[in-house]
């Protein structure tokens, strides 16, 4: 059974950083392109950032470049998810979900990625 764990969310000061983890298991991590996911109340879920299986590329959303670092480690099956600077409008539900190795193109399509995390709420005040 395949589970994706997120975790370190919380709430923090405009300008504050906070490094989110997903840890997964029953899945063969290292074929997995992993995406960053977010949702925000009222609004529809947007992909934040992704790293393809291999390691690269990398992308992000342009509202979250240079402020928002994704990296893997293969050996502990963990995605995360560095974020600085953060900003009142970075407030929302964080989800991390997996795509089994495909084409590069595809990383950036929600609808491509077949495993999902439960979220950790990342609440940030002005």
């Known amino acids: 059974q395949v589970q994706l764990v997120e975790s370190g969310g919380g709430l923090v000061q405009a300008g504050d950083s906070l490094r989110l983890s997903c840890q997964a298991s029953g899945l063969s991590f290292s074929s997995y392109t992993m995406g960053w996911f977010r949702q925000a109340p009222g609004k529809e879920r947007e992909m934040v950032a992704a790293i393809f299986w291999s390691g690269t590329p990398i992308w992000y959303v342009d509202s979250v470049k240079g402020r928002f670092t994704t990296s893997r480690d293969n050996a502990k099956n963990t995605v995360y998810l560095q974020m600085n600077s953060l900003r009142p409008d970075d407030t929302a539900i964080y989800y991390c979900?997996?795509?089994?190795?495909?084409?590069?193109?595809?990383?950036?399509?929600?609808?491509?990625?077949?495993?999902w995390g439960q979220g950790t709420q990342v609440t940030v005040s002005s």
């Open positions: 979900a997996a795509q089994y190795r495909d084409e590069i193109p595809t990383m950036t399509l929600l609808r491509r990625y077949t495993h």
